[in-house]
């Protein structure tokens, strides 16, 4: 062997974080964190399919993707109804002509005391954090089974789905606890299609959506006091673990909840 070639496990090494001939659907695609993971998936060859509500949102951001030379796709859909995750589904197929990583960004969060929780609310939060999650998992595994060449399933979900809070975040917690459950579950039932779930579980990520609280400089403070790492997550950081866990270096990792949290649930 010259020094030109190579061993096969130096390109197994080599192809290991790349995604090229791959499709991903990214599920809240244009959000703080998800936009972050769609952009990390183009970057290292996949073609992206950025789905969320805001379909206009998608747009705009999915243009700036291909003005950057990337492939990707926008498609709105609503989470909380059946058959508009069925035919985003069936839309991001047609588009690309297969679905191999799901990305699950979606989420939400009502504020209130158990005691006064409205069942309305109950509701609306696990159709989005729980049911829709399933859903989404359900609607791509079936096309996946038929692809019969596997895929990649990540969720995003919170340290909130092991540890308790201070604060009437009855419905979140719960969800996400139900989430983890979820995918254990699922990895479990879909590893003989060579379907791995996982998912990720941050602490506060710096995003738009909590930069209210990461300005208030009592709660900031008394934030990262908790943190070991004494900092908040950046969106970067919970896109490497999704590219992680997207990649062929976890083919062997499924059922797992990875804190992305700066040793949180490491000192609770």
Not at 16 to 27: K, P, T, Y
Not at 43 to 71: C, M, P
Not at 182 to 194: G, N, S
């Amino acid at each position: 062997m010259t020094k030109k070639e190579k061993e096969p496990t130096d390109i197994i090494f080599e192809k290991m974080h790349r995604f090229d001939g791959q499709v991903a659907l990214v599920a809240g695609g244009c959000g703080g964190i998800g936009s972050a993971i769609s952009h990390g998936l183009c970057h290292l060859g996949a073609t992206v399919i950025v789905a969320d509500q805001r379909e206009e949102d998608a747009q705009n951001f999915v243009d700036s993707l291909k003005e950057l030379g990337y492939q990707a796709y926008a498609i709105g859909f609503d989470i909380t109804d059946p058959e508009s995750v069925k035919m985003m589904v069936e839309k991001s197929v047609q588009f690309a002509g297969k679905i191999d990583i799901l990305v699950n960004c979606v989420g939400m969060h009502i504020e209130k005391p158990a005691e006064d929780y409205d069942i309305k609310d109950w509701d609306l939060v696990n159709s989005v954090n729980l049911r829709g999650a399933f859903l989404l998992s359900q609607a791509v595994a079936r096309k996946q089974i038929d692809q019969k060449n596997g895929g990649k399933h990540i969720h995003i979900s919170s340290v909130r789905s092991v540890l308790g809070i201070h604060r009437g975040y009855i419905s979140y917690v719960t969800t996400k606890g139900g989430m983890n459950m979820m995918v254990k579950q699922l990895a479990t039932e879909w590893a003989k299609y060579h379907i791995n779930v996982n998912a990720i579980a941050p602490t506060f990520i710096r995003t738009e959506l909590v930069k209210h609280y990461l300005e208030d400089e009592t709660f900031y403070n008394a934030l990262v006091n908790r943190i070991p790492l004494g900092r908040v997550g950046e969106p970067v950081d919970v896109a490497g673990a999704a590219l992680f866990l997207a990649s062929s270096a976890a083919n062997f990792i499924t059922g797992h909840i990875l804190m992305v949290d700066g040793g949180v649930t490491a000192t609770q």
